[in-house]
């Protein structure tokens, strides 16, 4: 099955304005759903480095988002719904943690030249 390798960029809803935007790296079907259920590689931050801060993340097939061990376990986990349908631009995800739950929307979803 060929696949379309693709930055998925999501930025915070108007509720939200100041968080910082989704940065996720997946392989789509024709159809926009995700390749397989590999772990997919994420961040949230600004890619080009302005503020100094990111957080890089890995993705699994269940939906859980694992930020490392340099977090304490409560901090750790999140779970976002990228799988749960296409993916395509102005879909809503959902974000959550301990002590976070944000919305964000698909604001592009560019070609990652290989």
């Known amino acids: 099955m ?3 390798y693709v930055r998925v960029i999501a930025v ?3 509720d939200n304005p100041d968080t ?3 940065h996720i790296d997946v392989g789509l079907t024709a159809e926009g759903m995700i390749v397989g259920d590999r772990a997919i590689f994420g961040f949230q931050g600004d890619i080009k480095n302005r503020y ?3 957080l890089p993340f890995i993705l699994y097939s269940d939906g859980k988002a694992d930020f490392g061990e340099k977090y ?3 901090d750790r986990f999140g779970e976002l719904n990228l799988r749960e349908d296409r993916v395509y631009l102005r ?3 959902r974000f959550s943690g301990n ?3 944000e919305i964000f929307r698909i604001v592009d979803i ?3 030249e290989g």
């Open 72 to 74: 304490p376990d409560g």
């Open 2 to 4: 060929p696949a379309r």
């Open 20 to 22: 910082a935007p989704l």
């Open 110 to 112: 560019v070609d990652i």
């Open 99 to 101: 002590g976070f739950d």
């Open 12 to 14: 915070s809803t108007i």
């Open 52 to 54: 100094g801060r990111s």
């Open 91 to 93: 879909r809503l995800l």
